[in-house]
Nanobody
């Protein structure tokens, strides 16, 4: 079974940095888009950044200029470099991947990680 394993979350002071990682493992034929989402208490889950298998990236306005998303296709691993962190960045960050387990799959399946807590103190 496909599993997304996240790491790198933790507690950091405002202005600091964290680097999140998401490694996909198991039976995987291909992954198209990988993305980071976050959900703060009492708020809806929101897209933070996304990266395609071709390396194209997109960012939420709140992340532009501070966060950088990247991936290593050979390792099926995605990263989120988070700089100049603010208290409002505090949330559970989730890894998402659109993937096929088999070549003949007709659709890509959206798969989620377990989430990792990021807390930014003021």
């Amino acid at each position: 079974q496909v599993q997304l394993v996240e790491s790198g979350g933790g507690l950091v002071q405002a202005g600091g940095s964290l680097r999140l990682s998401c490694a996909a493992s198991g039976r995987i034929f291909s992954i198209t888009t990988m993305a980071w989402y976050r959900q703060a208490p009492g708020k809806q889950r929101e897209l933070v950044a996304a990266v395609t298998d071709g390396g194209n990236t997109a960012y939420a306005d709140s992340a532009k200029g501070r966060f950088t998303i990247s991936r290593d296709n050979a390792k099926n691993t995605m990263y989120l470099q988070m700089n100049s962190l603010k208290p409002e960045d505090t949330a559970v960050y989730y890894c998402n991947a659109d993937l096929k387990r088999y070549r003949h799959d007709s659709v890509f399946t959206s798969t989620w990680g377990q989430g990792t807590q990021v807390t930014v103190s003021s």
